[in-house]
């Protein structure tokens, strides 16, 4: 069974930035595609950035700019740089990878941007 764990989330003031991070119980070779969704109270759980097995990177426009997706290959590992952040994006942030055959997700992260 896939495990993600993702850790560095936090309080942080707006116009701060942020590091994420995914841990992955396995290589994320294995991973079609991984990657970071949020989920905001009352709202809908959404796309932040994903990446590709090949290192092909999207992100949905309105996070274009603030968000960057990378990984570690040789530690297994996810990140997500967060920039000029603001209290519209605290949020829980949820790393997701998918083998082309099963769906996994992480527990989450809280992010919470107030001064």
């Known amino acids: 069974q896939v495990q993600l764990v993702e850790s560095g989330g936090g309080l942080v003031q707006p116009g701060g930035s942020l590091r994420l991070s995914c841990a992955a119980s396995e290589s994320i070779f294995n991973f079609y595609v991984m990657a970071w969704y949020r989920q905001a109270p009352g709202k809908n759980r959404e796309l932040v950035a994903q990446?590709?097995?090949?290192?092909?990177?999207w992100s949905p426009p309105p996070m274009k700019g603030r968000f960057t997706i990378s990984r570690d290959n040789a530690k297994t590992q996810l990140f997500l740089d967060m920039n000029d952040l603001s209290p519209e994006d605290t949020a829980v942030y949820y790393c997701?990878?998918?083998?082309?055959?099963?769906?996994?997700w992480g527990q989450g992260t809280q992010v919470t941007v107030s001064s």
């Open positions: 997701y990878a998918n083998t082309g055959r099963t769906a996994h």
């Open positions: 990446m590709s097995s090949d290192e092909n990177k």
